[in-house]
């Protein structure tokens, strides 16, 4: 369970409070909101300046950089594009708090990698170097190095910015199945048609505060859509998939 | 990339080929040629205590020659490698953290003083002492808030260097002739006058530091990709990053108060090792130790023989060698961000 209370930094994120348990929670807001920010506090990257982040009791940026590794992953926003390794190389990287000694991967980390491989749909792409990928085939391997991590937390920074909507989609579609399984995934994102569509809850973020937060139905009120992003928008039920969605009408 | 398990074992055996072939050339040739096929012999008349002409250039002035250029080499070879992780920066070396202009200022101040001639120990103690003060001022200035901040590093080791060269350029100015000279000789870096307690000190600081270096390998290929990617996954940023500033200060502080400053081996043979044998730094070290070892040792064995009768200085051979290698290096890598767009 991840906990904030009265979180502080610099000006950028005031007073955040939230409780979140499992589940898939998207963090909305304009932007300059401070999305990008509180995932960097949730995931210890940045220490807050008052007020604290518990994950599962634990402050976390108390928490020993191993410690925390092996309980919350975190993919920031920019997945590099210049580097040499290799995609399966990278996503050992993940595997760093479970390594021994000279850095040596237990079988349990070669399992743990191939089965992140698996799932993103990698393997064919294993021994290419990353940076000869293209921008969707990176976010994938960035996200397959937070699954070989092994936590039951995720803590992803737009994990669908540069993917097309295939991609889009079938990324939503695993984040849902794992939170299904009981993991606890928050994610920035941009596309709130998509947040509508596949998250459990939303945390509606502007100017560094929580505007509101709670189910999407709750959160993307016409009036706070309109308050917020200066659109009209409304929520409502695909008749034909049944899930929520959102109109978005003229620009004000 | 993944490289293939034979092309590695191939390019380590070639590796340690170099490093033999360099390391006979450098015991056999020079002011006196001694043939290849009488290196053993020699060394072994004078580990038998036989003083012939031939064995004492072999065993007390070649062998600790070598060993020192093998050793300093390695240091600074390694070094380089991790210097360019933590710095993503194909274009760190040494020099980077202010090591070199650092230790020149003490060096050239003790030679200035007279000093130096009092005891052949003064000079690379107070190369190393001003060396480490430096470091850890570029450090103090790099580090805000607790963080140590790459950028602000960079930014920080570049403004002392520079003053640490006005400085060094000031007491050129105002001494003597003779001086001058000295001081010169340090500052372009030798190997010459290596003894056997110049190789056991820096035998102690680069092996150990080797091996802290290896420790850390998994660490540094994740650095090597991003900070964030690395606090993300586990890696205990600020204590990696001290822990390999510090190390390398002190081998490279070593290296330096034993060689002077010799320049651009940390920036040539990681660089062409990362080519060869992948990014891997649990491969790389090792590829990193070898090739500056025997780029070294090569370097002093052309030193030696090129202006004949005339010993160079061999950082005048590897600033021969790596000027123009890193005008290709930045070519390269703003030809490559053009062509990317960027």
Partial sequence: MLELKQVNYLNIIRSVSAKLETGLVGVIGPNGAGKSTLLKLIAGVERPDSGEILLNGQAVHEMKSKERAKQLAYMPQQVPDDVIFSV???????????????????????????????????ESLANTPLGQLSGGERQRVAIARCLAQGTSALVLDEPISSLDLHYQMSILNLLSQLAEEGYLIVMAIHHLELAAQYCGRLILLNDGCIYRMGGVEEVLQPEVVHDVFQIDAKVFKDPYHHSLRLSCATKV | MRIQRTNVRVAFAVLIVLLLVASFLELSLGPVNIPVRHVFVNLWAYLAGRRSEDAVVMGAIRLPELLEAGLVGAGLATTGAVLQAIFRNPMADPGIIGISSGSSVGAVLIIAL???????????????????????????????????????????????????????????????????????????????????????MVTIFVVVGFVVYLTQSTA??????????????????????????????????????????????????????????????????????????????????????????????????????????????LRRQFSGRMGAGV
């Fill in chain 2, 220 to 329: 540094l290929d994740i650095l090597s990709v991003g900070e964030e990617q690395a606090e993300g996954v586990g890696v205990p940023l600020q204590a990696v990053k001290q822990l390999m500033l510090i190390v390398s200060a002190l081998v490279v502080g070593a290296c330096v108060s034993v060689s002077g400053v010799i320049g651009f081996i940390g920036l040539i043979v990681p660089h062409l090792m990362r080519i060869w044998i992948g990014p891997s730094h649990g491969r790389l070290l090792w590829a990193s130790a070898l090739g500056g070892a025997t780029l070294l040792i090569a370097s002093d064995v052309v030193s030696r023989i090129i202006l004949l009768p005339i010993i160079l200085n061999v950082g005048i051979v590897t600033a021969c060698l790596g000027a123009p290698f890193f005008l290709y290096l």
């Fill in chain 2, 114 to 200: 007279g000093v130096a001639n009092l005891n052949q120990w003064f000079t690379p103690a107070a190369a190393f002492v001003s060396g480490m003060v430096t470091v850890y001022v570029i450090y103090r200035l790099g580090t805000i808030g607790g963080r140590t901040l790459i950028h602000s590093l960079l930014l920080s080791g570049v403004a002392v260097s520079s003053l640490c060269s006005a400085v060094v350029t000031l007491i050129l100015s105002l001494e003597p002739l003779q001086t001058m000279h000295q001081i010169l000789f340090w500052l372009m870096g030798g190997l010459d006058g290596s003894t056997w307690l110049n190789v056991v």
């Fill in chain 1, 88 to 122: 399966r190389e990278y996503v050992e990287m993940g595997r760093y708090a479970h390594r021994t000694g000279f850095g040596t991967l237990t079988a349990q980390c070669r399992q743990a990698v191939a089965a992140a491989l698996r799932r993103m749909n990698l």
